[in-house]
Each structure stands twice: as C-alpha cells, then as structure tokens.
C-alpha cells in the first residue's frame, strides 16, 4: 500500500489490565503487543509504532520485529498526542491507518481494505462490523494539520464524529470491535 503509513499506538499504561497488557502472552503463546504488530505489517510495508520512552522492553520486541519505534516522550497526555507523534515521524506520508496495540485480532485484510479507501480517494475510512464502526481508522493526508493538533486520551474520536459521511467498510471481521482492557477480555477472541 504505497504511500499510507501504518500506526500502532501503544504508549499507554494498561492500567485497567494490572500488569503491562502489551506484554501479556495471547493463547497463541505471541505477547499481545507482537499480534497487533504482525496483522499491521502483514498488511502495510510502512509501519511504525508509538511507544512511552520508558518502556524498553517493547521497544525491544518491535524493533526486533523490523517496526520502527518512535518513543512519545507526552505519552501521559493521552492517545491524541501519541498520534500526533506518529504523524509528525511520518511527514511524507499519503495517509495513516492507525491502529491500536490492544487489538490483536484483526485481519490484515481488513485492515488492506482500510489503506485501500484512502488509496481511491476516501478522506476517512473504518471498518464497521454489524453497522458498528471499528478499528482500525484511515486518514489521508489532507488530516496532517488536525492529527497533528491532537491531544487528550479519545485520539481523533471528535474528526470522526464531525464527519459522519466518513466511509465505513463493511467486514466480517468482529475484532475491529474487540480491544482488550481487562484480562477478562482475553475470553472474548473471535
């Protein structure tokens, strides 16, 4: 997917979880941070992941991945910074599919499909599961100037409340509704 940039948030503190959830090893026996990881670059050449910079050991698991790394030293002001971190690593990109590191179940073809909308021309578009929008959201660049301006913990939830014409892609894929906040939530894998 030339010219579209994948972004793995994963500079938050898990703090619902109780321990450090991108780290937590999925059924798979892979750490949930390293699924995410893997669906995004199966999908995209160009991926990057956010992280806090004191967190070295995920560092560590990405970077031995082949991931770019771009530690936010704002981590603590939220998702919005973060992906304003992200974007401003990736000047050059054409667009943005930003994807969060505790959802380590959805398809790469889903999220193709996501970089694919941008590619022919759409501003904004998500997957919706069950007329339900999902993970991960497309931005193409004409968003650079407001991701950039984002701060606070609900990432760009208010660009894409203000443009409901925003483009859903219908899937089958139920985990673009599945993130993992508490450990229970691990009983929920599609």
């Known amino acids: 997917m030339s010219g579209i940039q994948g972004i793995l ?6 703090q ?42 995920l560092a560590e698991l990405f970077a031995g991945l082949g991931l770019s790394v771009v530690e936010n030293s704002e981590a603590e002001q939220g998702m919005g910074r ?31 499909s996501v970089a694919r909308a941008l590619q022919q021309g759409a501003s904004m578009a998500a997957p919706a599961y069950r007329q339900r929008r999902g993970h991960p959201v497309g931005f193409a660049r004409q968003w ?17 409340a203000a443009h409901p014409d925003e483009l859903l892609l219908p899937t089958d894929d139920p985990a673009v509704l599945l993130d993992i906040d508490r450990e229970a939530d691990l009983m929920r894998a599609p």
């Open 82 to 112: 973060s992906l304003a971190a992200a974007v401003g690593a990736s000047a050059d990109a054409a667009g943005w599919v930003v994807a969060l590191a505790d959802m380590p179940w959805i398809a790469a073809e889903t999220i193709r």
């Open 9 to 14: 948030l994963a500079a938050g503190t898990g």
């Open 144 to 160: 650079r100037a407001p991701l950039l301006a984002l701060r606070g913990d609900v990432g760009a939830r208010h660009l894409l």
């Open 16 to 57: 619902r979880f109780g321990r450090h959830k991108l780290l937590h090893p999925l059924p798979s026996g892979e750490s949930m941070g390293v699924a995410s990881a893997r669906s995004l670059m199966a999908a995209l050449p160009n991926c990057l992941a956010v992280i806090h910079p004191q967190d070295r050991q």
